[in-house]
């Protein structure tokens, strides 16, 4: 298992893979200093999870996303992943779309930010749900009253996005338990073997750009022609 690893877009152009320039800025006028990128992120951290400041890998995939990079987090299980995309996704201009493969965690996810962090404005698609309540919570995105919406890939691959966000923005794409995009997951959820070609599809027609945080604890090194880690970046990124 690999662990505690921050793969930015800029280390991939230099490790030369030969993928498509998906570096995207949040805004040309920010300065290179990280206190001042990082500021609204760390607001928020003590706002609503009572920390002071972002340590260790965290902090590195914070800061990343601050600056507007794509970003592939391997973490261990426990180590703060959803932290890494739920306090940009509360700070961030526009809707977060969080893809995620399993009901359960969706639901456990949504309800901790409304009991544990206070935070409203967040839901989950999903199919318990009924057609009226998904209408309604796609009608509140559209409207601004839903800023973090968390989805099955499936769902995410058979609409458009304006499906859900209207004219609204995204504010950041967060692909969760990033190793199902590699061949390993293939067979488990299809759909996440698409995503690549999605949210590129999503990209090319959007007229503003926006980050992508592609996440997971499972990262399995199997040589030069099976590396769940290269696989991962390759097809999310």
Sequence with gaps: ??????????DVFRMGWGMCSFQRHITAALPHNDTFIVMPFRSILQQYWGYPDFRGIPADIIRSIAEGRDTLGLMPTGGGKSITFQVPALAMEGVCIVVTPLIALMKDQVNAIHQQRGFSKAAYLN??????????????????????LYMAPELLMSYDIRHFIGE????????????????????????YWYLGSKIRKIRKYSEHSFPMIAVTATAVYGGEQNDMVFDTAEESL
């Design 1 to 10: 298992i690999i662990s505690d690893i921050v793969f930015r877009i800029s």
């Design 168 to 191: 609204r923005r995204i504010g950041l794409m967060v692909i969760d338990e990033a190793h199902l995009i590699t061949t390993w997951g293939r067979d488990f959820r299809v759909d």
């Design 127 to 148: 199919s318990e749900i009924s057609l009226l309540d998904r209408d309604r919570i796609i009608e509140q995105c559209q409207s601004g009253e839903i800023d973090v």
